[in-house]
């Protein structure tokens, strides 16, 4: 269950976006962006911008309607899977109901499907890089490698750009798949999900779970009641998403 006062950010989402430094490693078949730093792990990520991690093959855009979105970006816990805060053991992971099939209907339409998550426990001491990473190759186990992850590993204090709902992770997650904000939809299932997409330009659609308040529903540009009718909505009128099971 995520609890309110981590859930809700105070304060204007920021304009800005912090990008890391281009310092390319290699892990399980991905490569990943980070801040070089000597200072404790948490000191890092409070230093440094987002964590990218994308596969070790070319990534870009792949659809080339004009009708259909260039990507789509999945909020993490609560919305792929089941929330659990904190959580760094990936035997705990249990994916949501309909979550497996609505990344695999985006798939289908040729769209690049990404993962954009706030992970403070980073910046708390909670988890470690390790931790984050172990739970990134469950979920990609699960659901197939995801084009993109863009992560932030900041607390709620650390002014960064890139922890939602400031835009930077949905920013960052488009820069690195070649694709359009204005052409990328935001699933997610809390507020910041939908505030992170309005101040990048794209388009979110919310997707609400019993920890979501009546408040963020009510302010959602768009909702749906499932991860796979939140796909189908961002597709055109006769090529809905309900028999890409």
């Known amino acids: 269950m995520r609890i309110s006062t981590l859930r809700h950010r105070s304060g204007p989402a920021k304009p800005s976006v912090v990008i890391c430094s281009r310092f390319v490693m290699f892990s399980s078949g991905y490569s990943y962006t980070m801040r070089i730093s000597t200072s404790p792990?948490?000191?890092?990520?409070?230093?440094?911008?987002?964590?990218?991690?994308?596969?070790?093959?070319?990534?870009?855009?792949?659809?080339?309607?004009?009708?259909?979105?260039?990507?789509v970006l999945f909020d993490r816990d609560g919305?792929?899977?089941?929330?659990?805060?904190?959580?760094?053991?990936?035997?705990?992971?249990?994916?949501?109901?309909?979550?497996?099939?609505?990344?695999?209907?985006?798939?289908?339409f040729g769209l690049a499907v990404g993962v954009?998550?706030?992970?403070?426990?980073?910046?708390?001491?909670?988890?470690s890089r390790e931790h984050v990473e172990a739970v990134?190759?469950?979920?990609?186990?699960?659901?197939?490698?995801?084009?993109?992850?863009?992560?932030?590993?900041?607390?709620?204090?650390?002014?960064?750009?890139c922890r939602k709902p400031a835009p930077g992770l949905v920013l960052a997650a488009c820069e690195r798949l070649g694709a359009d904000p204005v052409r990328t939809v935001v699933i997610g299932d809390i507020g910041s999900d939908m505030a992170a997409a309005a101040a990048a330009g794209a388009r979110?659609?919310?997707?609400?779970?019993?920890?979501?308040?009546?408040?963020?529903?009510?302010?959602?540009?768009?909702?749906?009641?499932?991860?796979?009718?939140?796909?189908?909505?961002?597709?055109?009128?006769?090529?809905?998403?309900?028999g890409a099971r």
């Open 204 to 242: 979110g659609v919310l997707v609400p779970t019993p920890v979501t308040l009546r408040a963020e529903v009510r302010g959602a540009a768009e909702t749906a009641p499932d991860l796979l009718a939140a796909v189908s909505a961002v597709l055109p009128a006769g090529a809905r998403a309900g």
């Open 136 to 161: 990134r190759r469950r979920v990609d186990s699960m659901f197939g490698l995801f084009d993109v992850w863009a992560v932030c590993p900041h607390g709620p204090a650390d002014g960064c750009g």
């Open 79 to 108: 919305t792929l899977v089941e929330d659990i805060p904190y959580n760094g053991d990936p035997e705990l992971l249990r994916p949501m109901p309909g979550a497996r099939a609505a990344v695999a209907a985006a798939r289908s």
């Open 41 to 71: 792990e948490h000191q890092a990520a409070v230093d440094g911008g987002p964590w990218l991690f994308s596969p070790d093959r070319p990534t870009a855009v792949r659809t080339s309607s004009l009708f259909l979105p260039e990507a």
């Open 116 to 127: 954009v998550s706030n992970q403070s426990g980073v910046a708390r001491g909670l988890l």
